[in-house]
């Protein structure tokens, strides 16, 4: 049978309000599928929302996925691509073209096509090549986890350098260590929702309860804290710096 096909629409996030300053280092957690990705996405302009919009002083930059690179060339080719469509000069891309390489770990295999390269082999090259610029505003999506124990440490440090040097930096990740680590600012999505927004330990400490919860399948204490959390929810103040870190819900 012919007909139209079955298009169902995705609410991904709800309305939201979040604020970041300069020198902030926010971390993004919560269940799959509660919007984190989606919302980093808003973020960097790779997705427009409904309504509302996105207000930031220079482009963010998403570390590790941007780079738009072409499989059946090798990848010392690609490292040129990738540098060309994040906006660097062939001068500026000489300058660097070594520590990408060395950042990658890839050696000979640089020189082999793309498409022979493991999944981690890839991502490698696209997080090197992504860390070689200094961004204002630096996007991490779970790009930590990319590639063997050596090279996250070799990430871990560029990753330090990228943060000391960015503006503000936004992470999301499944490692709560990380980001206890890493973040002086924790948000809590689930379904959508943004449900916590604050000091990492507090809200870390509610996000660990609620999976607990959830995970012994408690679901009326898990839902009870999801309720506290919201409700806990102030009004953003944005022209005051000071509170500008609090966020809300848009009734
Ligand atoms: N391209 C898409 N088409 C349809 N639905 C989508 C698309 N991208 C995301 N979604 C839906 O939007 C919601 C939020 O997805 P998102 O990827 O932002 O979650 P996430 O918190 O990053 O999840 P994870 O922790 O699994 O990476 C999910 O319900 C997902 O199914």
């Known amino acids: 049978m012919m007909g139209k096909p079955n298009l169902v629409t995705v609410h991904a996030l709800n309305p939201m309000s979040l604020v970041a300053v300069r020198g902030e280092s926010v971390g993004i957690v919560g269940r799959n599928g509660s919007g984190k990705s989606t919302l980093m996405k808003l973020i960097n302009g790779q997705v427009t929302p409904d309504t509302g919009a996105v207000y930031a002083s220079s482009t963010p930059i998403m570390l590790g996925v941007n780079a738009a690179l072409v499989p059946e060339l090798p990848g010392d080719h690609n490292v040129v691509l990738g540098c060309l469509a994040m ?12 520590s990408i390489v060395e950042l990658s770990g890839l050696e000979k295999a640089i020189h082999l096509p793309m498409r022979s390269y493991s999944s981690g082999m890839s991502s490698r090259l696209r997080f090197a090549i992504a860390a070689s610029i200094d961004p204002e505003i630096l996007l991490i999506d779970e790009a930590l986890n990319t590639g063997d124990a050596q090279f996250a440490d070799r990430s871990r440090r560029r990753m330090d350098e990228l943060r000391e040097n ?79 870190r609090r966020s809300v819900r848009v009734q």
């Open 87 to 98: 906006g660097l000069t062939y001068d500026e891309i000489a300058e660097r073209y070594e």
């Open 166 to 244: 960015a503006g503000c930096v936004f992470l999301v990740s499944h490692s709560l260590e990380t980001i206890l680590d890493m973040c002086s600012r924790v948000v809590w999505m689930d379904k959508g929702d943004l449900l916590m927004d604050g000091d990492p330990r507090e809200v870390v400490t509610a996000y660990k309860d609620f999976t607990r919860h959830l995970s012994k399948g408690n679901n009326i204490s898990a839902e009870k804290i999801r309720e506290e959390a919201m409700l806990a929810l102030t009004v953003t103040r944005i022209r005051e710096r000071s509170t500008g």
